[in-house]
C-alpha cells in the first residue's frame, strides 16, 4: 500500500538524529522528557518570581494582602470573574461576565479554595505561560533532540517579549496565546510524521480551545492550515490520513458555532476510529468540499480578506458617526514601526541570538522539512516589523527552537574533535557555556524591568469607599485609563474604558474634566443618560440624538448652549461620581485634543495653557522650574520668564498666586494673592507635592483644577464624597 510505503520514507529522512543517537536513549526519552520539561517549567516559574521579591517590599502595592495586578486590561477579566462568581452583573455595565479568562479564574477560585482570589489572578500569568515549555520540549522530541526542545525552552520562556506580556500580574489572555499555537505546530508535526488519530484528536482539541480562549486567532489558524495545505500538496500527497486532517481542520475554523462544530468534528473522528480502513480519498474529498462550503458560506473568507487589506493599506475603518471626534488610535503608540534590534531584542533577548536562531530554524528545516509548519508563528512574529510590538511573542517559540538546534548541533560537531572519552560530556557543557550568554540579557531585562501595579493601594482605598457609597447602577466619570480598575474595585459603570475609548466617547468624557464646572456638569449628565438610552434605543449617535432632542442644528451652539447654568437637563436616573486620581495631572495635556475640537469641522481649538514642574531650583533672581512641557521659566511671585527653544525669553505678569496646603486633620487650606487682574497666568503652588502648576486664566477654571487642585467647588453643583491627597471623588449634584 502506498501508505505504508511513504511511511518508511518518511523515516529515512530522519537518519541524521537516529543515527547519532544510541538506541538505548529512546527508552528512557519518556523519563528525559518529564525531567527536562519540569526543570524547564520551574527556571520559568520562579524566574519571574524576581519581580515578585521587588514589588512585595512596597506596602502601597498590596490589597488585601497580595501584590495587585500590574495589567490595565487585567481589571477587565478580574471584574467578569467577580461577577461570574456572584452570580450577576448589571445589564450594559460592561463587564467581561463569561469570557474565557474570567471563566478559567472562576474554575481555579472554586479548586484552589486555598488560595485568595487576589492570588490566583497574580500567579496565573506566571503558570499558564510557563506551559510554553510542554509543547517547545515535544517538537524537539519529535526530531530525536530533547536537548534542542530545552534548549529552546529556557530561550522562549524568558524572552523579552514573551516575558513582558506574561509576568507576574499580567493577567491578561497573553497567557495562553502563544501556548495554544504550539501545541497545534506540535500536533500537525506529529500527524505528518507519524499519521495517528490520537494526535488529530490533540489537534482539534487545541484548535478549538484556542478559538474560544482568543478570538482574534483566526489568522494565525488560517495561515497554519494554509502552510500544512501547501506541505501536504509538495510532499506528502499520497497519505490520505493528511486529507483527514485539513477536513477537521476546516470544520473546526468554520463560523458555524461551537454547539454545531464539537459534536460534527467527534462524529468525523468517530468514524475515522471505526471505519479506519474503509475510508477513501473519495469519502475525504467529499469532507472536504463541505468542510470547505461551510467555511466560505459562513463567513470565513471575510475576516481573511479585511486583515490582508489591512495590512497592506494600514487604513482604520473610518468612525460611523456624523462629527468630527479625536480618536485615541492617532495616540496609541504599540502601532508604531519597531526598530529593528528593538525587534531582535524583543525575540531573542539579543541580536546575536536572534541571528543565530534564524540560522537555525532554516537549518531546521533543511534537516526537517515538517518544521515549516512553525512558520506561520514566525511569520506572525515577523509582522511586528510593520503592524507593532505586541505580534512578536508569536516568533519566540520558534526563533528559540531554532537556537536550541543551532547549539546542539554545533556542539556535537565540535565535540568529534575530542576524545572517546571525553566525547559525551562536551555537546551539555557547549550547550550550557551557549545558553548562559544567550539568557544573560533576559535574565538582566528581568531584574531591571521594575513594572509597578495598576493602581496604588492609597487609590484602592478610596475606590473602596466609593464602593459602600455608590450604587452598582451608578457611573464613575474619569479617563478611560482607569475605567477597568474603576469598575473592579468600586462595582460601578464607566462610561470609558481600556475597551471602550473612541472619539465619541472621549470627547464628553474630556470636556467634562477640562472644562469650567456648569459646562462639565451638564455634559456629564447629558452623557450618562444617553449612554443609558443608546444601549436601549440603539441610535447611532448620541450627540445626534441630543440635538434632534433639543431642536438643535449645530453642533457647536448646541455645546456652547452647555453654559447656561440653567440648561434643561434629562431626567436624572441614576448618581454621577467624577474621579479624579492625582496621577491624571501627569497626562492632563494628552486629554486636550480630545476636548478642543471643533465637531463640524475636525479642526483644533486654541488649547488652553496648562503645565507643571518636574523639579525646581531656588535661585537669587527666583525659582527655577522645569516643565513637564519641557520648558524652563523663573518665577519670583510677580512675574514668570518663560525660556523659549529659540534663545528669546518671554515675561509675564502673574495674575494670582495660590498655595495649597494639607493640615493636620488632612484638610486642605488654600492661600490666594491676587498679583496682577490682567496677568495672563497664574500659579498655584501644590506644596506637599512639591509642584507648581502654571495655568493661564482658561485652564484655571478647568473642573480638574477647581475640584482636584484648589478644592473649589460649586456647591450647587458638586459634593465632595472622599477626598484624600491621591485622589478625590465628588458627586454630581444635577
Ligand atoms: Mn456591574
Known sequence: MAKKNKQTQVDDTLQYSTNSLPPQQNNSGLYKVLAFTILAFLFSFLIRLIWVKFAAQFDDFKWNGELMINTNDGYAFAEGARDMIAGFHQPNDLSYYGSPLSALTVFLTKILPFFSFETIILYMSAFFASLIVVPVILIGREYKSV??????????????????????????????????????????????????LIDLCCLALFI???????GSSFALLVATLGIFVIYVLIFDRRILFNY???????????????????????????????????????????????????FVYFGGMTPILTQIKYYITRDVPASTDVFHFYNVTQTIQEAGKLEYTKFF?????????????????CYLIYKQKTFVIGLAMLGLGFIALRSGLRFTIYAVPIMGLGFGFFVWEFAKFVSKNYKEEVRPFIPPIAALIALIFALYPAVQHIQNYK???????????????????ADREDYVLTWWDYGYPIRYYSDVKTLVDGGKHMGNDDYPV???????????????????????????????????????????????????????????????????????PLRLQDIYTVLMPFSYRNLATGADLKYPYYSHSIRYNQTAAGIELYMTTGERMLFNMKTINIYMNNGQTQTFNVNTNYMTKYDANGNLNVQEEVVDPNGRFSVILMADYGRFVIVDQEALQATYVQLFI????????????VRSPYAKIYRLKK
Open 451 to 469: 513594572v509597578t501595579p495598576v493602581f496604588d493601594a492609597k487609590e484602592v482605598e478610596l475606590l473602596d469607599d466609593l464602593k459602600g457609597i
Open 510 to 580: 474630556s470636556f467634562a474634566i477640562l472644562r469650567p464646572q456648569v459646562e462639565s456638569a451638564n455634559m456629564a449628565r447629558l452623557e450618562v443618560e444617553y449612554t443609558e438610552r443608546q444601549f436601549s434605543e440603539r441610535f447611532n449617535s448620541k450627540f445626534h440624538q441630543m440635538m434632534k432632542d433639543y431642536n438643535q442644528t449645530d453642533i457647536n451652539n448646541f455645546i456652547s448652549t452647555l453654559k447656561n447654568p440653567n440648561f434643561d437637563l434629562p431626567k436624572k436616573t441614576r448618581d454621577v461620581y467624577f474621579y479624579f
Open 710 to 721: 484648589l478644592e473649589k467647588y460649586d456647591e450647587t453643583l458638586f459634593e465632595p464624597v
Open 147 to 196: 536537548e534542542v526542545g530545552f534548549i529552546g525552552a529556557l530561550m522562549s520562556c524568558i524572552a523579552i517579549s514573551y516575558y513582558n506580556r506574561t509576568m507576574i500580574g499580567y493577567y491578561d489572555t497573553d497567557m495562553l496565546n502563544v501556548v495554544f499555537p504550539c501545541f497545534i505546530v506540535w500536533s500537525l508535526i506529529r500527524i505528518l510524521k507519524h499519521q495517528k
Open 244 to 294: 483527514q486532517t485539513i477536513a477537521v481542520y476546516l470544520f473546526c475554523l468554520s463560523w458555524l458555532g461551537f454547539i454545531y462544530i464539537i459534536p460534527i468534528v467527534i462524529a468525523m473522528l468517530a468514524l475515522f476510529f471505526i471505519f479506519k480502513n474503509k475510508i477513501t480519498f473519495v469519502h475525504i474529498g467529499i469532507s472536504i468540499l463541505i468542510a470547505a462550503i461551510i
Open 345 to 361: 531584542e524583543r525575540i531573542s533577548s539579543s541580536t546575536t541570538a536572534f541571528f543565530i536562531s534564524l540560522l537555525g530554524v
Open 208 to 214: 478549538l480551545t484556542y478559538r474560544w480562549w482568543y
